[in-house]
């Protein structure tokens, strides 16, 4: 079960990182914050019951990264188009800042209006 589980993770890794926004600078931020992420991947999906220690890092990368209004709209919209086709569970998505005890300033979800 964990191979399936490590190669589903990887498959989602993947399509996230061909995911990417036209600018090269877009590019290169938006594929940070997708690489920053997908250690949540098996929370977001139920293959693991806690987000694990790199996944709160991850939280905390984006959350260093984006210290303007700007920079977190532009992450909120990367994220966003990241975790669209990923079957990820909202309710999980919802908590994980808390369960990592990070306030990221937007919720996580594949319905968020990122221009509020």
């Not at 931020?29 to 987000?51: H, R």
Request: net charge positive; with cysteine; proline share 6%.
């Amino acid at each position: 079960m964990k191979v399936v589980a490590v190669a589903i993770v990887a498959g989602l890794a993947i399509m996230m990182m061909c995911m990417i926004e036209p600018t090269q600078a877009k590019i290169d931020d938006c594929l940070k914050l997708k690489l920053a992420l997908s250690p949540c991947l098996e929370y977001l999906t139920d293959f693991t019951e806690k987000p694990c220690h790199a996944c709160c890092k991850g939280l905390k990368t984006i959350k260093s990264s984006t210290p303007t209004r700007d920079d977190r709209r532009a992450a909120c919209q990367c994220l966003k188009e990241g975790i669209a086709q990923i079957p990820i569970i909202e309710d999980r998505a919802k908590a994980l800042p808390q369960k990592c005890s990070v306030e990221v300033g937007v919720p996580i979800s594949k319905n968020i209006n990122c221009s509020e």
